[in-house]
């Protein structure tokens, strides 16, 4: 199978403006969850989707956001870029709900913000 | 905020030794995972294992899973070059067997091995 895409893999915004990243998980696999990955903060869950329904979220300001289609593919937007929004930002994808299963994670975009 | 906490957070080792890290956590856990990234590119999952399970083995890889000291370390036998990366714990505090899809990480263990 293919693993987890992500796209764009760079992008360059200035502050103010809006953003928009995808990511299609692993065929048959219902779960995408998204991260931020900065060199201060380290690696931070930001929302996880399943069966299109957001089912959890990490403590991130309401500009983030996200959704899930019904095919599995999933995008977050972030609006009003700040320059710390800088990141590298990471989706992983998992089959179901069950506690036993390994999260497989995308190569990343890379947001720079000017 | 992370929940693990990993040591060391440097590892500087010479090819064909053995490095161990270790990382400790918070919370009750449904699993912990292993990952490795190479300079900043996406994660690579290594091994998963489950809160029921005490060591787990796969290839070069021995990790072991204590709960009570809510604590694990990751092994790497016989260390090569091409294992030089970050390493990251992760924990799935999901509740009664459900995962909700969050993984709390560690800071990471920065692994050299030399040539």
């Known amino acids: 199978k293919a693993g987890v895409t992500q796209t764009p893999r760079y992008l360059i915004k200035t502050r103010g403006q809006q953003v928009t990243l995808s990511c299609s998980p692993i065929?048959?696999?219902?779960?995408v969850s998204w991260y931020q990955q900065t060199p201060g903060q380290g690696l931070q869950f930001l929302f996880e989707y399943f069966s299109e329904t957001q089912r959890n979220k990490g403590n991130f300001p309401g500009r983030f956001s996200g959704r899930q289609f019904s095919n599995s593919r999933s995008e977050m937007n972030v609006s009003t870029l700040e320059l710390g929004d800088s990141a590298l930002y990471l989706c992983?994808?998992?089959?179901?709900?069950?506690?036993?299963?390994?999260?497989?994670f995308g190569p990343g975009t890379r947001l720079l913000v000017l | 905020s992370q929940q693990g906490e990993e040591d060391p957070q440097a590892l500087s080792i010479q090819e064909g030794e053995n490095a161990t890290m270790n990382c400790s956590y918070k919370?009750?856990?449904?699993?912990l995972q292993w990952y490795r990234q190479n300079s900043g590119r996406g994660l690579v999952h290594l091994i998963l294992?489950?809160?029921?399970?005490r060591e787990k083995h796969s290839g070069r890889l021995r990790v072991t899973l204590d709960t009570s000291k809510k604590s694990s370390s990751l092994l790497i036998t016989a260390s090569r070059a091409a294992d030089t990366a970050s390493y990251f714990c992760?924990?799935?505090?999901?509740?009664?067997?459900?995962?909700?899809?969050?993984?709390?990480f560690g800071q990471g263990t920065i692994l050299t091995v030399h040539p």
């Open positions: 294992i489950r809160s029921n399970e």
């Open positions: 992983a994808s998992k089959e179901s709900a069950g506690g036993g299963e390994t999260q497989y």
């Open positions: 992760a924990t799935d505090a999901g509740a009664g067997g459900t995962s909700y899809g969050k993984l709390t």
């Open positions: 919370t009750s856990i449904n699993n």
């Open positions: 065929s048959g696999h219902r779960s």
